[in-house]
């Protein structure tokens, strides 16, 4: 299996942290739940395919954090209620054992509880550069960057105050893919497709 070399932390706002949500209504009843299902997908599909070496954090409403992870995530496509659904399974088994703090619901996707601090502790204790994906920061075409590297974005709203606190204390350089605010599942996209780039130049496949 693949070792993690890029790993997308992804703040979400509205969305429900329990699986009292239908899979029919994601932008409305389940709080824009399609936002963080679009990062995902973004994250993980490739042609016929999953990339491997890559983590994603969604942490929601600072309470509960579901990961997955592509050395071992199964089940995935790419469609937003499919990964929606691997989102409900991993917040139910949360809730079916509230008292462990943390389950493994299908391979590859867990949730604890926990928050956007105790997420970006545990990648820059795990040696991971960290950077926040926004449009003020410096073009990423213009930056270094080695691996394993961490970015942190939001869903479709802004960092909260007190999130834009813990960022400035963290001292985290902000990135911008470009001149046009776009969504966070395209960015997504774009810091792939430059990492991408950088590996085919490097002769790395």
Not at 73 to 83: G, Q
Not at 113 to 126: P, Q
Not at 178 to 183: A, K, R, S, Y
């Amino acid at each position: 299996m693949g070792e993690t070399k890029r790993a997308f932390v992804v703040v979400g706002h509205t969305q429900p942290t329990t699986p009292d949500f239908t899979l029919n209504d994601l932008p409305g009843g389940a709080g824009r739940l399609d936002v963080l299902a679009r990062c995902v997908t973004s994250a993980f599909c490739v042609s016929h395919g999953l990339r491997t070496d890559v983590e994603v954090f969604l942490v929601v409403r600072d309470q509960v954090v579901i990961r997955f992870e592509g050395a071992h995530l199964k089940r995935l496509n790419p469609d937003e209620r499919s990964t929606a659904a691997l989102i409900k399974h991993a917040l139910a088994a949360l809730r079916a054992d509230p008292h462990a703090g943390r389950a493994r619901s299908t391979p590859g996707v867990s949730a604890r509880f926990g928050t956007l601090k105790s997420v970006l502790e545990e990648l820059r204790a795990r040696g991971f550069t960290l950077y926040v994906l926004d449009e003020r920061g410096r073009d990423v075409r213009a930056v270094e960057l080695g691996e394993p590297v961490a970015f942190v974005l939001s869903d479709h709203r802004n960092f909260t105050p007190d999130e834009e606190v813990l960022l400035q204390a963290l001292k985290l350089p902000k990135l911008s893919v470009g001149p046009v605010v776009l969504h966070a599942d395209q960015c997504i996209v774009l810091v792939h497709n430059e990492l991408d780039r950088r590996a085919a130049r490097r002769g790395v496949q």
